[in-house]
């Protein structure tokens, strides 16, 4: 019995044994090794990308790219090198600030006095002192950089916003780019004023109002020329030493060369005491000395008064309170300054007078006449 049931328990275990399985020969879903991807043609209907091939304008546009950038680095760097050298050359040539403040050119200027010794004539180039931006009236400083250079204690010499905004305006009147508004700083506007550094040679052939019309003369190559020259003052000068000179040196009409002389020309005041209308109205001058002169037009002379005081209370120089007192009592000129008749006399005088002492005088001369 017993070795009939242990065969019997072999052979259900036989038949219980499942059968042995073979790895399938094809590819298998599961695991096992991924068969190996077929290279996917570049062409056909295939799902690969195709590779992009540059037209010819692409391929041109590109190489002028990489034209222009190599060679637009490399004419920058030359000429970073030509301007650091033209700044350094303007820079050696400047003199210390206090040799600035006046002309070295001797001029002389007559003041003809009447009978009772009152001016009533001016003739020459009158150049009322030295003056510097600690003495002046602060009214004064502010007027001139509300008008003339809002920027002045924030930029390095040039403005370019200031040149585009200009270059702008002038085209859109009608006028060349440099034509009209120079945009020009006050540091550039004393370059000008110091003619690049260029000096007055008599032996030159050139009369010197011809040599001063040259040196006003707005082109692209004087543009570019005050660049270096407008760095080079920033660079030896304080700001209040270049405001300084430029007040010495500016002309504001009537024959007036500094705003000293035009103080006591047109208020008989001193720079040091002007009221901020009369402030504006001397920086008015500084567009067009002639046309603004209050001794020619007083009406035309208070209208741009007004409106740099406008610009001197929007940029904080003034109050509310301050700018419309300032408009309410408006710069009133010096009796001198009113007094129209004696023109003929005083021309009389300096053509009959010696030479040494009216036409030729290099020195301040006041001549007492007769007239009544």
Known sequence: MAGSSGGADRGRRTQLRAPARRAPSGPSKGGGRKPARKPRRSGGSGGGRKPVRRGPLRRLFGWLLRALWAVGWR????????LAGAVAYDYSRLPPAAEMLADGRVRGSVTLLDKDGRPFAWRGEQFGGVITADTVSPHLKHAIVATEDR?????????????????????????????GQGGSTITQQLAKLLCLGRRYDPASGISEAAFEADCRQTTLWRKIKEVPYALALE?????????????????????????E??????????????????????AGLL???????????????????????????????????????????????????????????????MEAGPAFLTRRTTEDVIIRTTFD
């Not at 103080?263 to 001397?282: C, D, H, I, V, W």
């Not at 037009?297 to 209208?303: I, M, P, Q, V, Y």
Request: net charge positive; no cysteine.
């Open 287 to 349: 567009k067009a000395p002639s046309y603004y002169a209050p001794t020619r037009n007083l009406e035309r002379a208070r209208g741009r008064a007004a409106v740099i005081l406008g610009l001197m209370r929007d940029q904080g120089y003034l109050t509310e309170a301050e700018y419309r007192d300032a408009l309410a009592h408006p710069a009133q000129l010096s009796a001198e300054a009113m007094r129209r008749a004696g023109g003929w006399f005083a021309d009389w005088v």
């Open 151 to 179: 920027r002045f204690y924030r930029h390095f010499g040039i403005d370019p916003r200031g040149i585009l905004r200009a270059m702008i305006v002038n085209i859109r009147a009608g006028r060349g780019p440099f034509s």
């Open 261 to 282: 002389a035009a103080a006591q020309r047109y208020f008989g005041k001193s720079a040091r005491n002007l009221t901020p209308a009369e402030a504006a109205m001397l």
């Open 75 to 82: 004419a920058a760097a030359v000429g970073a090198i030509l």
């Open 235 to 259: 660079l030896r000068y304080s700001k209040d030493e270049i405001l300084s000179v430029y007040m010495n040196r500016a002309y504001l009409g009537a024959g007036t060369k500094g705003f």
